[in-house]
């Protein structure tokens, strides 16, 4: 699995767009860029995640360079309770017949939304 | 709430002492896995099951014993253990289909456990 990379922390402004980057460069054709985050003592929260074309959903967007080498999660309108550590993850799809794989977790980003 | 339950949400016993977490999905999922996150520490994968069949272990020691009787229960027996085993032992699941990937995982909030 490619290594991924990001800040150690960050801090944004409640209510403003929080970015957070994440550096990928052996990222693979088959790959996928996985986005979870988990509040203090709470089981991790899936995000979004993609292959090369952006993404949204009601949670965030992920946007992914066009050689995929790194990709951007953001959170639009960032609120006090998106305080977490954030994780970046790239793994490759299980394509066909079934399947389950572990996570691989680093240490991710703690995004501080400050009042 | 993601559908994943887990009980109970603390434990305290001592290294001589048998206990079990249980997890419980309600998701229709196929796959359930145990991770193990320590102080400062990231998460780590200790299990993976897939049809009730263990399809992963993670070198992890034989003080514990996982168990899936059927796709949505998942049990980690725990038994002797020392106090650097104190952790937040957390159950996830996924769908892991054919098509799809299966790193949507669904997390449960964990079970605190503390070895005296």
């Known amino acids: 699995d490619a290594k991924t990379t990001q800040p150690p922390s960050m801090d944004c402004a409640e209510g403003r767009a929080a970015n957070l980057p994440c550096n990928h460069s052996?990222?693979?054709?088959?790959?996928?860029v996985y986005w979870y985050r988990q509040i203090h003592s709470q089981g991790p929260q899936y995000i979004i995640h993609?292959?090369?074309n952006n993404e949204t959903n009601e949670m965030a967007s992920l946007i992914i360079t066009e050689d995929r080498k790194s990709s951007t999660l953001i959170l639009p309108h960032a609120t006090l309770r998106d305080t977490a550590v954030y994780y970046c993850i790239v793994r490759a799809s299980i394509i066909s017949g079934g399947g389950a794989d572990g996570l691989t977790f680093g240490k991710g980003t703690h995004l501080i939304i400050q009042p | 709430e993601t559908g994943v339950t887990q009980t109970p949400r603390h434990l305290v016993m001592g290294m001589t002492n048998k206990k079990s977490l249980k997890c419980e999905q309600h998701l229709g999922h196929n796959a359930m896995y145990w991770y193990k996150q320590s102080a400062k520490k990231p998460l780590e994968l200790m299990f993976v099951?897939?049809?009730?069949?263990?399809?992963e272990n993670n070198s992890v020691p034989s003080r514990f014993s996982p168990e899936c009787p059927n796709s949505s229960h998942l049990f980690l027996h725990l038994h002797t253990l020392q106090p650097e085993d104190s952790a937040l032992y957390l159950c996830?699941?996924?769908?892991?289909?054919?098509?799809?990937?299966?790193?949507?995982?669904?997390f449960g909030p964990g079970t605190r456990l503390t070895v005296t």
């Open positions: 996830a699941s996924s769908q892991g289909w054919g098509g799809r990937s299966s790193y949507e995982q669904y």
């Open positions: 099951y897939n049809f009730k069949e263990q399809t």
């Open positions: 993609g292959l090369k």
């Open positions: 052996t990222i693979s054709g088959n790959e996928y």
